[in-house]
Each structure stands twice: as C-alpha cells, then as structure tokens.
C-alpha cells in the first residue's frame, strides 16, 4: 500500500476541494482526526452491539462462533473499510456513499444508495436506543409492571432519543467532545472488562473458543435460530454477532466536512474505527465465552447471558460499575448515530434529494449546524421505535446499511481507472480492484445470511424497497433530481 509523505493539514485547503467537487463550507470544520475516528468507533461501538447480540453468535455454533467467527467477519469488515477508505479520500464530502455512487457509478445508483443508507442510518438508531433500554432494564433488574411496559419503554426511548437530538442540535463542539468520551470510555470498559474476567474466572476452559455445539432451536420456546443441523450453515448464521456490531463507520465519510484534513483523516479514521473495534470486541467477547460459569446455562439465558455472566463471576461492585459504564456508552452510540443520520440527511437534502430540500438542508448559523436535519432524523427514528417491532427494525438496519456499503465499492471496481482516475492522497493502487470484489461478494454473502428465518421478514421489507424505490424513481425523481453538482452538470 503506498503511503505518501502528508503535507501540513490546512482547513483553507478542505474547503479548496469541497468546492472542486461542487460545494461551499456550511458546517463548521472543527474536528481533529481523532474525533472522526471516535465518532464511527462510537457508532460500531463494541459495548452495544458486540455484547446486545453476544448471544446471536453463542446460539450458532457456540463458542466457534465467538472464537473463529468473530476474527473471520471482522477481517473482512477492515476490506469493505480499506476500499470505502479509498473513495472517501477522494471525495470527502458529508454525502458519503451517496456522493460516491452517484460519481462512480450515476445519478439512479446514487439516489439509491442515498436511501438505502439514510433508512440504515436511522433505523439502526432507532434499535440502538431500543437496544440500550432493553440492556439497562435487564441489567439493572428494573421491571415495569406488565400492563404498562410498552408504554414505559416507548417513552424512555423516545426521551433518549430527543436528547440525543438536543445535544446534536448545539453543534458539532459538543457532539464532538462526547463522541471523544466515548471513544475512550469503550476502549477503558472494554479493557477493564475483560481483564477482571479473566482474573476472576478460576479455571480457563480455551477450548470454548474453537469448540463447535449445535445450539440451534435453543434456548426453547425462543430459539435464537431454528433448528438445523447443517453446522456450516449455522457457522455462517454465528457471523451476523461481528455484522451486527461492525457498522456505522461510515460516519467518518459524513463528518468530512466537519474534519480538518478530511482527505487524509476520513479513511484513517474508517480503517482504525474498524480494526480496532473488531481487535478489542475479539478479546472481550472471548473473555465473556471463557468466563461463564456453564456455556449450556449461559445459552438458555439468551439476551440476559452478558450480564448474568458479570455478576456471576465479578464482585458485585465491579459488574454494577461496568455495566453502568456499558450503559452509558450505548447512549452515547445512540448519540453518534443521530450525527451521522443527520449529517447524511443534510447532504441528501442540499443536492434536492429529500422531501422538504430546502428546509432539511438549513444550518444554524449560531452553531453552524443541520439543525433541521438534527430533528428529522430524530423524530422519524423515534417512529421507527413506536410504529415497528424492535425485532424488525434489527433485522433490516444492517441488510439495509450493507446494500449502501456494496454499492458504491461495485461501482468504484467498474469506474477505476477508467471513468475515476482523479484519486486521493490515500490509496491502495493496483489492490483497490481486487480488494472491491472481496468487499462486494462479502456484503452480498452478509446480506443473504442477515434474511434467513428468524429475519424472513426481512426479505420482503427490502424487496419491496427496491420495488418503491424503482417506482419513484422511474415515475417520478429520473426526471427531477439531478444529483450531486458534479453529476448535475454533465
């Protein structure tokens, strides 16, 4: 991979290649390249995902799963990372995959792949914070009475998810200083985690993390997975625990506008989002496998297992520490997410993609931030949590985000080195083409896995997406948006 030797990073010379690509500086260019590495490690954020759906992986194969699974899909995840990296460093606009598609490949692809990745965006927050409720109340023993526990949930979600909004709202300097705490709060409790379990665990059974158990149709009566006993199939199934964690780093895309030397930080801050998210989450979901008491009682536990594990084996003061620690930077993930949605909606709207453009595209010129944008996106992902089953929403959010991922990564493999010859000052050369197929047939093979039973419902919300999405666009947006300004005036 060559690399080249990087100039001094001037904010006049981003906003010198945002407008060759067509765009004038709205947002206000205040983070530094840790900070757009910590807002997509926040989104990917290891503490929701990696421990939400650890039982997702354990309900497979078993620990296999966990020890072999886990390393496999993480791998290919900094593939689909490099790749996307190479684009973003030639684009670094706040459209990000949108903005690429609609280059690399025309306007109906990139519009396209805009929506796909908007609902992904903000669906996945929208189970994130349904998510982080779900993990609080187990965790802490909080039960609300029976007949009132719908309502209860709908509203503590729907209280996060527009303080989220009010943080986001007061600009990228706060957002900025929170997703920076969260950067360093996952990789702290990811770290104490899983050096006090392995500390206090008496005897390390290493075999768990190579040791193939057919746990399909368990735990009974909520079987993670239908009973099967293809064990490739169910090795496959396992790989949806690392899917369902490692997304959301194309948040580093869609706050390049905000990012000083968004050239050089944005794919920097994708790669190391995503390897060292899949490297810590590694070693703590092994420590979880290695620290339970019984792996067949930890199973039966399902969604509960990772806190049962904590205070089984932890002091009492330790577990409640951590996961009020685990607690606290799911919401913070929750908070990532809305910027990226947010960001990804405004660059949408200013190319006149959106419902209400000229409304959704306006930032605040006290804070010079989407505003707008900031709550739209917040309000439509806090109906997303009252109008549709948290189970649903899980199960389209990634299929919907990895569709956006391999869109503009097949579009670059054709473009490259043909119609796409003007490249960044991060590039992979003569690997990017190669590396594009692997990414691709990956996000394919992911997406397939992510629709088997129990998600077959998952099927038919993305068909009828596509279906939705080729009637408008043929009967109505081929004739009336015109893409990025690039596109536009070809």
Not at 183 to 190: N, S, T
Not at 301 to 329: H, N
Not at 429 to 448: D, E, F, S, T
Not at 480 to 485: A, T
Request: proline share 5%.
């Amino acid at each position: 991979m060559p690399h080249q030797p990087e100039p001094p990073l001037r904010t006049n010379d981003d906003e010198r290649l945002l407008q060759e690509l067509g765009y004038r500086q709205e947002l206000a260019r205040r983070m530094s390249g840790f900070s757009n590495f910590a807002i997509s490690l926040s989104i990917i954020c290891i503490l929701a995902g990696g421990i939400t759906s650890f039982h997702v992986g354990l309900c497979s194969a078993g620990g296999a799963s966990i020890g072999l699974g886990w390393p496999l899909v993480c791998l290919f995840s900094v593939v689909v990372a490099m790749t996307m990296g190479q684009v973003a460093s030639a684009f670094p606009t706040a459209g990000g995959l949108y903005h690429w598609a609609s280059i690399l490949g025309g306007r109906a692809y990139g519009w396209i792949t805009a929506w796909f990745n908007l609902a992904g965006i903000v669906s996945a927050l929208a189970a994130i914070n349904a998510g982080t409720y779900d993990f609080a109340t187990a965790a802490f023993g909080i039960a609300p009475p029976a007949e009132s526990a719908a309502t209860v949930k709908t509203v503590v979600v729907v209280v996060m998810t527009l303080s989220q909004g009010l943080l986001n709202h007061y600009g990228i300097h706060w957002t900025t200083r929170l997703t920076d705490l969260s950067g360093y709060l996952i990789l702290i409790v990811a770290s104490v985690l899983t050096l006090a379990l392995l500390a206090c665990t008496r005897h390390l059974e290493w075999a768990r993390l190579w040791t193939f158990t057919n746990f399909s149709g368990l735990p009974e009566g909520a079987a993670v997975f239908p009973k099967q006993e293809s064990w490739v199939w169910l090795f496959a199934l396992g790989f949806l625990l690392p899917a369902y964690t490692i997304t959301g780093f194309d948040a580093s895309a869609h706050t390049s506008e905000e990012t000083v030397g968004a050239a050089h930080n944005v794919p920097k801050g994708i790669i190391r989002s995503v390897w060292v998210s899949g490297l810590f989450g590694w070693v703590m979901i092994c420590a979880l496998l290695l620290a339970m008491p019984d792996v067949r009682e930890g199973m039966n536990k399902a969604a509960e297992v990772v806190p049962w594990t904590m205070k089984s084996v932890l002091p009492a003061w330790l577990a409640w520490t951590l996961l009020a620690g685990i607690v606290t930077a799911q919401y913070l993930c929750g908070l990532a997410a809305l910027t990226s949605a947010s960001r990804m909606t405004y660059a949408f709207a200013r190319d006149g993609g959106l419902p209400g453009s000229g409304w959704l595209r306006a930032v605040n010129p006290q804070t010079k931030s989407p505003a707008v944008a900031v709550w739209a996106s917040a309000v439509t992902a806090a109906l997303f949590t009252i109008l549709v089953p948290y189970t649903t929403i899980a199960a389209v959010c990634v299929i919907f985000l990895y569709i956006s991922y391999v869109l503009p990564v097949a579009a670059g493999f054709f473009s490259h080195g043909r119609t796409w010859t003007r490249m960044g000052p991060w590039e992979l050369g003569r690997w990017y083409r190669p590396l594009a197929v692997v990414a691709a047939l990956g996000c394919v093979g992911l997406i397939v896995i992510g629709m088997q039973p129990p998600n077959q419902q998952a099927m038919w919300i993305v068909g009828g997406a596509v279906a939705l999405l080729l009637t408008v666009w043929f009967g109505l947006e081929r004739k009336r948006f015109q893409g990025p300004p690039q596109i536009a005036k070809l």
